[in-house]
T-cell receptor, first 117, second 113 residues
Framework: AQKITQTQPGMFVQEKEAVTLDCTYD???????LFWYKQPSSGEMIFLIY??????QNATEGRYSLNFQKARKSANLVISASQLGDSAMYFC??????????????FGKGTHLIIQP | SQTIHQWPATLVQPVGSPLSLECTVE??????LYWYRQAAGRGLQLLFY??????ISSEVPQNLSASRPQDRQFILSSKKLLLSDSGFYLC????????????FGSGTQLSVL
């Protein structure tokens, strides 16, 4: 079974509109971390935002916020006031366990976001 | 500030040739280091990770190997490349700890012909 599911292969959004990128996850570990990365056409993976499973509040970083719904195992990324430069692939990822070991991240298959002028 | 360097950016190699991709991190000590591969149109697959010099863990048995000869240097190698080794390879580092975040290099596009 997939641990990270991103159900939107591609999205077209008008510039300046808000965008919600969906992500659901599957784990039985009570301790985990959720991440979103942006990958522009250049290929580099850019860290956007992080949410720990025990964090009480939704994470925010500038125009990015993470809508964390623990009971639904959902961690949607919200981009406010989208810009042309937001066009990229977006990946949701998870680390199970917060023990500090080098376990790496499990990634979803990504959503290709295109912002239209 | 911390930076990660990965090279080369692109590489075209014949089947059966060796491979060496290098990654170095600056501005931090004792980082966790990772190698990921991204096949076309897919997410990232963890290949190797390292918590220290000479300590390598493999996630997927395959034609590749990794080494960490220095604290901030991580090398991905192969003795004989296969067609299936083609892909986009990304190196990443993280600061060990409970809420470790990974930061990636710019990647190497490898084409095996």
């Amino acid at each position: 079974a997939q641990k990270i599911t991103q159900t939107q292969p591609g999205m077209f959004v008008q510039e300046k509109e808000a965008v919600t990128l969906d992500c659901t996850y599957d784990t039985s570990d009570p301790s985990y971390g959720l991440f979103w990365y942006k990958q522009p056409s250049s290929g580099e993976m850019i860290f956007l935002i992080y949410q720990g499973s025990y964090d009480q509040q939704n994470a925010t970083e500038g125009r990015y916020s993470l809508n964390f719904q623990k009971a639904r195992k959902s961690a949607n990324l919200v981009i406010s006031a989208s810009q042309l430069g937001d066009s990229a692939m977006y990946f949701c990822a998870m680390r199970e366990g917060l023990g500090g070991g080098a376990d790496g991240l499990t990634f979803g298959k990504g959503t290709h976001l295109i912002i239209q002028p | 500030s911390q930076t990660i360097h990965q090279w080369p950016a692109t590489l075209v190699q014949p089947v059966g040739s060796p491979l060496s991709l290098e990654c170095t991190v600056e501005g931090t000590s004792n980082p966790n280091l990772y190698w990921y591969r991204q096949a076309a149109g897919r997410g990232l697959q963890l290949l190797f990770y390292s918590v220290g010099i000479g300590q390598i863990s493999s996630e997927v048995p395959q034609n590749l190997s990794a080494s960490r000869p220095q604290d901030r240097q991580f090398i991905l190698s192969s003795k004989k490349l296969l067609l299936s080794d083609s892909g986009f390879y990304l190196c990443a580092w993280g600061e060990p700890g409970e809420h470790e975040k990974l930061f990636f290099g710019s990647g190497t596009q490898l084409s095996v012909l």
